[in-house]
């Protein structure tokens, strides 16, 4: 039976082949085709509003609004290296929801709470366009556009009273345009301290959670230790009166000395502040008084360092002494008489020998912790009125932040001079650029606000080797530091003058005390 039933497929095979490729042959040549219609070719203008609207949400950012890039690089980027991606992301959700889980085990009855299974899927997202800010502060900001319709796989095992409750994510749809802040911009890498998020768009979530990110808020994401990397500003003034000093060492082959005194902060770079030299005196009387910076009045201490003045060679150190700022009190002044030693360490007891004794008066006054001026709370008043309410010492501070396209005749070995009341102050020279870098401070304390003064900021270039041509003026900028006082702080782009296109980069700043 079974050869039968073999015999008669084999026959039914052999016949029907060729009866069918027979009849399929007569059935192409003598049929007639259908009339296939053109497609429908309209304009864009004779569209109505639904169907632009079904159309516009597929044309990516960067064809409909120029100021966004095309990143079709990161997108291949992103495909390449999501099966890594997948897996570090889903490592740190859970190393990062451990602890949280373990907070709830034993409440509610909840004995367990894990990820069985969480994968993100083989889809990575997709960016339809960026857009990048340029700002004048120490920032970068992004707004990409990004979609994610993924598949992911995430199952949530819940123990609840003995009972198993499981909760799989198989389907997420993500369509965003966040906002992305790297700020500050510090010399360490990878050269952004923090990292904020917010979302541009309402729509993109649940209104529950949009006001916690939806901008101006924001997700702060730290990636550096702000300790590590910040810069701290200037948060007062400390006003120094160096006395006197009595019975110093001799230092000289007479028996007598020409002492100085040199100030400084500690954790500070800048220069130090010197007292006149008093000739031959073991017990001279300076009463000379100077101003110094203060940034963490908490840590810093002033070291005060007395010097025997030699014509040649370098100055002897008679002795030295350091007074921490916690032992002050705003505004409060404070006479100390320090009893000099070879070295700050006092336990040391190698140093048995008197070395005289320095008087000074110490002021530490802050600064205001809103130097900004304005005249919104008073509608009515004469000028003299508003120099009387802003009069007052303070800190000017300028940073001179960079330069664009500065162009010499001859060479191009930028830097900047910033003049003020006189005085000349430089910044570092960069060789052979046009668009330079220095991020330099400078720092001036006043005794009243510079309302009615500018300062001048020139850059120039200077050639490494000799030449009757050595240096050139590459442009220079005058601002008014009226708007500076009035305001407190600006930071501004200026068209350099006697250059075609050169840009200078500036930020001053005003803090009252």
Not at 93 to 122: D, N, S, V
Not at 417 to 430: A, D, P, Q, S
Request: proline letters at 6%; a neutral charge; glycine letters at 6%.
């Amino acid at each position: 039976m079974g050869f039968l039933t073999t015999l008669l497929g084999v026959l039914g095979f052999a016949f029907g082949l060729p009866i069918g490729l027979l009849l399929g042959f007569f059935l192409f040549v003598y049929s007639k085709p259908l009339n296939v219609k053109d497609p429908d070719v309209r304009p864009l203008h004779e569209l109505d509003s639904n169907m632009l609207d079904e159309i516009l949400p597929e044309i990516p950012l960067w064809v409909k609004c120029p100021d966004y890039e095309r990143v079709d690089w990161l997108n291949k980027f992103l495909l390449d290296m999501w099966p890594y991606l997948d897996k570090a992301i889903c490592a740190t959700i859970k190393t990062t929801a451990k602890p949280i889980f373990a907070e709830y085990i034993g409440k509610y009855g909840i004995e367990a709470i894990e990820f069985k299974h969480m994968t993100l899927g083989t889809l990575p997202p997709a960016l339809y366009g960026m857009k990048v800010y340029e700002t004048n502060e120490k920032d970068l900001v992004m707004e990409p556009v990004m979609r994610w319709a993924g598949n992911p796989d995430i199952v949530l095992v819940l123990k609840l009273m003995s009972l198993q409750f499981t909760v799989q994510l198989v389907d997420l749809q993500i369509f965003a345009a966040p906002r992305i802040t790297l700020k500050p911009l510090v010399p360490t890498f990878p050269c952004f301290a923090n990292i904020e998020v917010s979302l541009m768009e309402r729509d993109t979530i649940k209104k529950q959670v949009a006001h916690l990110y939806l901008w101006p808020q924001f997700l702060e994401i730290p990636v550096l230790d702000a300790s590590t990397v910040a810069v701290k500003k200037p948060v007062g003034i400390l006003h120094v009166k160096v006395v006197r000093a009595m019975k110093l060492l001799k230092a000289d082959i007479l028996g007598t000395s020409d002492p100085y005194v040199k100030l400084s902060l500690t954790g500070e770079k800048l220069t130090t502040k010197k007292t006149t030299v008093k000739k031959k005196n073991l017990n001279p009387e300076w009463n000379e008084n100077f101003k110094i910076v203060v940034k963490d009045p908490q840590s810093q201490a002033l070291q005060v360092e007395v010097f025997d003045w030699d014509k040649v060679g370098g100055h002897d150190r008679l002795g030295r002494q350091m007074v921490p700022l916690k032992a002050l009190t705003a505004y409060d002044m404070k006479e100390f008489t320090l009893d000099l030693l070879k070295d700050t360490n006092i336990s040391d007891p190698r140093d048995k020998k008197k070395r005289g004794q320095v008087v000074v008066e110490l002021t530490y006054v802050p600064f205001k912790q809103d130097s900004k001026k304005s005249n919104e709370d008073s509608d009515c008043g004469s000028d003299n009125e508003e120099e009387v309410s802003i009069s007052g010492a303070g800190l000017l501070s300028v940073i001179v932040q960079g330069a664009e396209d500065v162009e010499g005749e001859n060479h191009n070995n930028p830097y900047a001079l910033v003049l003020f009341r006189g005085e000349t102050k430089k910044t570092k020279m960069i060789k052979k650029t046009r668009d330079p870098r220095w991020n330099e401070e400078f720092q001036y304390t006043l005794d009243q606000p510079p309302l009615h003064e500018k300062i001048r900021i020139e850059i120039m270039s200077k050639r490494m080797r000799f030449s009757f041509r050595s240096k050139e003026s590459l442009g220079h900028v005058e601002i008014n530091l009226g708007d500076v006082v009035h305001n407190g702080r600006i930071n501004e782009k200026y068209h350099l003058i006697d250059s075609k296109h050169g840009v200078i980069h500036v930020e001053i700043r005003w803090d009252t005390v």
